[in-house]
């Protein structure tokens, strides 16, 4: 059984940085694809970054530049880092996880791809 824990997340000014930490415990896939999601009250969940184990990178257009993704395979863990927060990404932020490549766009996830397994959140609150 896999599980991801997130930590990291709590309230930051406008402009600030966070750095979230998903951590992967359990049987894991010999090659998997590790992802940060977001979902805010009343909007739909959205993909921010997701990383193979190689290395590859794919992020959501608006959120690149300003989030990047880290992986550490040897410690089950992928890192999130947020800069220059605005209150407009105050939201819950989800790791994710699924078997495989990542697929190579996640603006919007394609539909044969599946994130199996998913963290239970954690809150960024961004004042201004």
């Known amino acids: 059984q896999v599980t991801l824990v997130e930590s990291g997340g709590g309230s930051v000014k406008s402009g600030g940085s966070l750095r979230l930490t998903c951590q992967v415990h359990?049987?894991?896939?010999?090659?998997?694809?590790l992802a940060w999601f977001r979902q805010a009250p009343g909007k739909e969940r959205e993909a921010i970054a997701a990383?193979?184990?190689?290395?590859?990178?794919t992020y959501a257009d608006s959120l690149k530049g300003r989030f990047t993704i880290y992986r550490n395979d040897a410690a089950y863990t992928t890192d999130l880092q947020m800069d220059n927060l605005t209150p407009e990404d105050t939201a819950t932020y989800y790791c994710?996880?699924?078997?495989?490549?990542?697929?190579?766009?996640?603006?919007?996830?394609?539909?044969?791809?599946?994130?199996?397994?998913w963290g239970q959140g954690t809150q960024v609150t961004v004042s201004s």
């Open positions: 359990g049987y894991i896939y010999r090659r998997y694809c």
């Open positions: 994710a996880c699924g078997e495989g490549w990542c697929p190579r766009s996640i603006t919007p996830v394609p539909a044969y791809y599946d994130f199996v397994h």
């Open positions: 990383m193979d184990s190689d290395g590859k990178t």
